[in-house]
C-alpha cells in the first residue's frame, strides 16, 4: 500500500482494470444485504436484495403487460423525438437565424419540468400519446445539443478542402459534418434512451390507465411493501440501463472506426455574425413569441375545447381577470413560496459538494474514481422509480425533498465537471508544480479556474432537474409546494389551475436557468474564458 | 490535363478584424504566375502567404484587387476542378479510406469516380502507396497520409495546383523525401503550382522562382528566379551554388 502512495500511476501488474469496481460493487451489495436483513436503515424501508428478488419472483406474472406498454411508449417516442432532433440540429446549424429564433423553444424544452405538463398532456390527448409525447420530449434536447455540436466541432481543414472544390454549405454538410457528427449524436442517444423511458413514466403518473411500470409503482405506492416497490424501480432502472448500454455498444463501433487519425479539437470561431439583416431584438422576441405560438397551435390543432385546454392569454384571464383570479393567485405564490427556496438550497448543495470533490479530485483521486461508475449509474435510473424509494428511506418531510433535489443535482454535475476537468491540459496542472507548489496553490491558480466553465454547464443541467425532482417529491410525498397544488387541481378538475401551475413551473425553470447563464456569462466573460453553450 | 492556367492577383487588399483590432494580412500584394510555372511564397508566420492561397481557392475574398485563376474568378475556377489543393495537415476524412479520400474532390464537383479508376490506381502507385488503398488514414504513417493528400489534389487532373506547407508537419528526413517525390510529380504534370512554405531550402529546390513576403503589413518584398535546370536531383542539397542562394535568401528574410 505505501508503494502506491509513492507511485500512483502503475496498478498491480496482475490486478485486471475491471478489479477494483467489480470489488466495489460486490461490497456495496453485501452490505445492502446484512443492512436490509437486519431492518438497519429508517426500520426496514430498505429492504434486503434477497427480499426484493423473492418479491420479483412472487409477482412475475404482473411485469410484463406493464413493461411491455412502458416499453412501447418509450420506443415510440424515442424514434420521434430524435428524428426531429436530428432534423431540428442540422437546420439549426444550417441557419444560424432559425437557431436564434428556436433558442426559447429549445430552452423550455429542456427546462420544461415533465410533470408539469404530463396532465396537460393527459387532458388534451387520447390513448398512448402523452406517453409518447413526453418520452419524446425527453429524448429532443440531449440528441438536438449533440447534433449541433457534432456538426460544428469538425475539422475545419476538410471543411476548407470541400470549399476548395467549389463545394457549398450543403456539399460540407455531407461530405464532412454529418458523418464526423455521428458518434456524438450516438453519444446523444445514450443518454436520451434512459431519458425517454423516465418521459413515458412519468407520463404514465399524470395520465392513468390500466398498464405501465409508471402505473404500477403508483398502484403500490399506497401498500406498505418496500420490496415490491424497489423491484418496480429497479426493473425501471434495468430498462433504462440496457437501452444506455446497446447505444453505448453500438456508439463504440462507430466511434472505432473513425477515430485514431489527427481531428483538430479546436472549437469553430465564434464571432459576432449571423441573421445580420435581422436586429437582435426582433429575433429575441420572436425566440419567445415561438414557444407561446406553439402551445396555441397545439390547443387549436387538437381541437381541445376552451374549458379544458387553456391558451396562453387562457392562463393569464384565469390569473388576473377572473372573478376568483385573487384566490388563485395566493394559492400559486404560496406554493411557488414552498417550492423555490428548496429548489434553490438543494441545487446549491448539490453543485457545491460535486465541484468540490471533482477539485480536489487531483488529491483523492482514487475516491472520484470509485464514485464515477456510481455517478454514471445513477444517471441511468429514472428518477420517478428512485424517489419512492427516497421517500420510504426518509418519511414525508421537508428532508425528504432536499435529499432528492441534492442528489439529483449531485451526479449530473459531478459527472459534468469530471469530465469537463479531465479536458484541462495536463501541462496546465504540472506547471504550478514544477515551480514547487503546493497542492492548494496548485488547486487555486489552476483546478478551481479551469472547472468553472464546467461548473456553470452542470449548473445549467441540474438547475431545471432540481426543480423536476422537487415537484414530483412534492406531488408523491409531502403535499406542499407546486407539485401537489397541480396534483390537488387534477383532483378538483381545476383546469386553469393546472395550466397556471404548468405555464407558471416552465417560467420559473427558464428564469432560473437564464439566472445561471447571464452569471455565466458575465464571469467567464470577466475571466477571459468562452462558455460551452 | 485541364490545361495549364495562370494565376494572376492584382493589388490585393485583405484585413482580418480580431477583438476590435484590425490586422492588414495583406497590402496591395501583385502576383503572376504563368501557366506551367513553379512559384514558391516564403516568408514568415502571420506575414499572409496562407491568405493568398485561401483567396486564390475562394476560401476568403478580397478587400480590394483582382484575383483571377486561368482567367476566371476563383469560385468559377474551383467549381469547374480546375484547381486542386493540398493543405498543411492531410485533412484526410477519418472514415474513408485511400481511394475514397483521393476521390473526395470528385464527388464534390460530381464527376463519376468510375471514369477516374485508372487515374486513380495511377495516382496511388505514383505516390508509392500501393496496397494500401483500402487502409483507412489511422491506419497509415504522418508521411504516407500527406502523399495521399498529394494525390488527391492532383486527380481532378488539374491545371493550377495550390500546396500550402504541405510537408510541414514532417520530420527534416521525411520532408527532403517528399521534396524530391513532389519535383518528380510535378515534371510529369506540369501544372502551375503555388507552394506556400517556411522552408527555404525546400522552395529553392521546387521553385522556378521564390517571392519572399514580409509581414505588417503582407507584401511580396523581393522576387528571386531561381537558375537551376531540371530535373534537380538530391545533389542540389548540398551544392555551394544552392547553400549561397539559400543564404541569399534567408538575408532578404530577415532584414536587408
Known amino acids: 500500500m505505501a508503494a502506491e502512495q509513492v507511485l500512483p500511476a502503475p496498478k498491480p501488474l496482475n490486478q485486471a482494470p475491471w478489479f477494483a469496481p467489480v470489488r466495489n460493487i460486490v461490497i456495496l451489495l453485501v452490505l445492502w444485504e446484512v443492512a436490509g436483513r437486519f ?10 436484495l434477497t427480499a426484493i428478488v423473492e418479491r420479483f419472483w412472487a409477482d412475475r406474472a404482473d411485469y410484463p403487460a406493464h413493461v411491455w406498454s412502458t416499453l412501447v411508449s418509450s420506443a415510440l417516442g424515442f424514434a420521434i423525438g430524435n428524428i426531429v432532433a436530428v432534423a431540428a440540429g442540422i437546420l439549426f446549424v444550417l441557419s444560424p437565424l432559425a437557431a436564434r429564433l428556436f433558442r426559447g423553444f429549445n430552452v423550455t424544452i429542456f427546462a420544461v419540468p415533465t410533470i408539469a405538463i404530463a396532465p396537460i398532456l393527459a387532458l388534451t390527448m387520447t390513448g398512448i400519446s402523452p406517453r409518447v409525447t413526453l418520452a419524446a420530449m425527453g429524448c429532443y434536447f440531449v440528441t438536438m445539443t449533440a447534433t449541433v455540436v457534432g456538426l460544428t466541432q469538425i475539422d475545419l481543414r476538410s471543411a476548407d478542402l470541400v470549399r476548395a472544390y467549389g463545394g457549398g454549405k450543403w456539399d460540407v454538410m455531407r461530405f464532412v459534418q454529418l458523418r464526423s457528427a455521428l458518434p456524438i449524436i450516438l453519444a ?23 398498464w405501465g411500470l409508471g402505473i404500477y409503482l403508483l398502484g403500490s405506492l399506497g401498500r406498505a411493501d418496500p420490496p ?49 439583416q435581422w436586429p437582435s431584438l426582433a429575433v429575441a422576441f420572436g425566440s419567445i413569441a415561438v414557444p407561446l405560438v406553439l402551445w396555441w397551435a397545439f390547443i387549436k390543432l387538437l381541437g381541445v375545447p376552451e374549458m379544458i385546454g387553456k391558451t396562453p392569454w ?89 435529499i432528492i433535489t441534492i442528489s439529483v443535482t449531485f451526479f449530473p454535475a459531478f459527472i459534468t465537471l469530471a469530465q469537463g476537468m479531465k479536458m484541462t491540459p495536463r501541462a496546465a496542472l504540472d506547471l504550478p508544480k514544477a515551480y514547487g507548489a503546493g497542492a492548494w496553490t496548485e488547486l487555486k491558480l489552476v483546478g478551481i479556474p479551469a472547472a468553472l466553465p464546467y461548473l456553470f454547464a452542470a449548473a445549467r443541467l441540474t438547475v431545471p432537474r432540481a426543480l423536476l425532482g422537487v415537484m414530483i417529491a412534492e406531488w408523491l410525498a409531502t403535499g406542499k409546494g407546486l407539485g401537489n397544488l397541480l396534483n390537488q387541481s387534477r383532483g378538483y378538475l381545476d383546469y386553469g389551475m393546472i395550466w397556471t401551475v404548468a405555464a407558471a413551473s416552465v417560467v420559473l425553470s427558464v428564469a432560473l436557468y437564464q439566472i445561471v447563464v447571464l452569471v455565466e456569462r458575465r464571469v467567464l466573460a470577466n475571466m477571459g474564458m468562452r462558455g460551452s453553450e | 490535363m485541364a490545361g495549364a ?116 490506381a495511377e495516382l496511388i502507385q505514383l505516390v508509392g502507396l500501393k496496397g494500401f488503398e483500402k487502409s483507412l488514414p489511422g491506419e497509415l504513417s504522418g508521411g504516407m497520409r500527406q502523399r495521399v493528400a498529394i494525390a488527391r489534389s492532383l486527380v481532378t487532373e488539374p491545371g493550377v495546383l495550390f500546396l500550402d506547407e504541405p510537408f510541414g508537419a514532417l520530420d527534416q528526413i521525411l520532408r527532403r523525401q517528399m521534396n524530391i517525390e513532389l519535383q518528380r510529380i ?42 537551376f535546370s531540371r530535373p534537380r536531383s538530391p545533389d542540389l542539397f548540398s551544392d555551394p551554388v544552392f547553400h549561397k542562394l539559400c543564404d541569399g535568401i534567408a538575408e532578404v528574410l530577415h532584414g536587408g
Open chain 1, 188 to 210: 446523444g442517444l445514450q443518454v436520451a434512451a434512459p431519458n425517454a423511458v423516465l418521459g413515458a413514466i412519468l407520463a404514465e403518473f399524470g395520465g392513468g390507465g390500466r
Open chain 1, 314 to 402: 387562457g392562463v393569464i384571464e384565469y390569473l388576473f381577470f377572473l372573478p376568483l383570479s385573487q384566490q388563485a393567485q395566493t394559492r400559486l405564490l404560496d406554493a411557488m413560496g414552498q417550492t423555490l427556496p428548496i429548489t434553490i438550497v438543494g441545487t446549491f448543495a448539490g453543485l457545491a459538494a460535486a465541484f468540490a470533490l471533482s477539485v480536489s479530485s487531483r488529491l483523492v483521486p482514487n475516491f472520484t474514481r470509485a464514485l464515477m461508475p456510481v455517478a454514471l449509474f445513477s444517471q441511468t435510473m429514472p428518477l420517478i422509480a428512485t424517489i419512492p424509494l427516497f421517500v420510504l428511506l426518509l418519511g414525508r418531510g421537508w428532508l425528504v425533498t432536499l
Open chain 2, 186 to 227: 510535378w515534371t510529369e504534370t506540369r501544372c502551375t503550382a503555388l507552394l506556400v512554405t517556411h522552408g527555404i531550402d525546400e522552395a529553392v529546390f521546387l521553385a522556378d522562382r521564390v517571392a519572399v513576403m514580409r509581414s505588417r503589413p503582407g507584401r511580396v518584398a523581393s522576387m528571386i528566379e531561381i537558375p
Open chain 1, 39 to 48: 431492518h438497519l436503515v429508517a426500520d426496514g424501508a430498505l429492504p434486503s
Open chain 1, 228 to 276: 415490491r416497490l424497489w423491484s418496480i424501480g429497479l426493473v425501471a432502472t434495468a430498462i433504462a440501463g440496457i437501452a444506455y448500454f446497446i447505444f453505448g455498444l453500438i456508439s463504440a463501433r462507430v466511434t472505432g472506426a473513425s477515430k485514431a487519425v489527427t481531428m483538430t479539437t479546436s472549437l469553430p470561431p465564434a464571432g459576432a455574425r449571423t441573421g445580420g
Open chain 2, 5 to 120: 492556367g495562370g494565376i494572376r492577383l492584382s493589388n490585393v487588399s485583405k484585413a482580418f478584424v480580431a477583438r476590435g483590432k484590425t490586422i492588414e494580412a495583406l497590402r496591395d500584394v501583385s502576383l503572376t504566375c504563368e501557366p506551367g510555372s513553379f512559384t514558391a511564397l516564403l516568408g514568415p508566420s502571420g506575414c499572409g502567404k496562407s491568405t493568398i492561397l485561401r483567396l486564390a481557392l475562394g476560401l476568403e475574398h478580397a478587400d480590394g484587387g483582382r484575383v483571377e485563376i486561368g482567367g476566371q474568378t476563383s469560385e468559377k475556377a474551383t467549381a469547374s476542378g480546375l484547381t486542386g489543393v493540398a493543405f498543411q495537415d492531410s485533412a484526410l476524412l477519418p472514415w474513408r479510406n485511400v481511394e475514397d479520400n483521393i476521390s473526395l474532390p470528385l464527388d464534390i464537383l460530381k464527376r463519376d469516380r468510375r471514369e477516374y479508376s485508372a487515374k486513380i
